[in-house]
Each structure stands twice: as structure tokens, then as C-alpha cells.
């Protein structure tokens, strides 16, 4: 994959999480990954949020790909979108370690001046 598609994509991830009740359904959904997700009403019963906010919010982070939804009758049912988070995570590690040793004596120093 090249590096602005990817730049991209976790850009567009990063900012579907910079909101506290997409951080707080991403756990839920995380929590109740091996029962196959959790319905939004229970979502919404857990975290106290109205229907039509946690929509939007549901949108949003399906819109990035971190989660997806199937229907069950007349429920539909959210679970995380465990390659999405994965993407996120190895985005962050994939330049672990390519500049060198760190010399963390020069980043606590960087860190006190600030």
C-alpha cells in the first residue's frame, strides 16, 4: 500500500476516535467482541447517550472502517472491526525503532524544557 493512501486512512481512523463517546463505544464493542458485538440499544442503555447522537456516532466509526453492523431481525447488532484496529496499531509501530537507538536522556531533557 502506498504511504498517502495509508497516511489517509489512519488520518480518517484517528479522527473518528477523537471523540469521547466513539472512544467509550469502541471499548464496549471491544468487550463484548467474542459474543459477537452488542445491539445499539444496549449501546446506547450502557452509555446513557440519545438515539440519534449515538447514530451519528455509530456512522462515523463504521464510515472508517473500525466497526461494522448486520441485522438480526429487528435488531442491528455492532461489533468492532477487528482488522480496522489492527491497521490503526501497526501504522503506529511500523517506523518502531527505523531511525536508530533513542537516546532518552535527550527526550527527558526535550521534555523538561517544554
Not at 500500500?1 to 486512512?9: N, Y
Not at 480518517?12 to 472512544?23: E, G, M
Not at 453492523?69 to 509501530?93: H, K, P, Q, T
Request: hydrophobic fraction near 40%; include cysteine.
Amino acid at each position: 500500500m502506498e504511504l498517502t493512501g495509508e497516511l489517509e486512512r489512519a488520518a480518517v481512523r484517528f479522527a473518528a476516535l477523537a471523540s469521547r463517546p466513539r472512544i467509550q463505544i469502541i471499548r464496549l464493542l471491544l468487550a463484548a467482541f467474542r459474543q459477537g458485538g452488542m445491539p445499539a440499544s444496549h449501546i446506547q442503555a450502557k452509555l446513557s447517550i440519545p438515539g440519534s447522537t449515538l447514530t451519528h456516532h455509530l456512522e462515523c466509526l463504521k464510515v472508517a472502517g473500525l466497526i461494522k453492523s448486520r441485522r438480526d431481525g429487528r435488531w442491528i447488532w455492532y461489533c468492532a472491526e477487528a482488522e480496522g484496529l489492527r491497521e490503526m496499531v501497526n501504522f503506529l509501530y511500523q517506523e518502531c525503532c527505523s531511525c536508530g537507538p533513542v537516546d532518552l536522556q535527550t527526550v527527558t531533557n526535550i521534555r523538561s524544557e517544554a
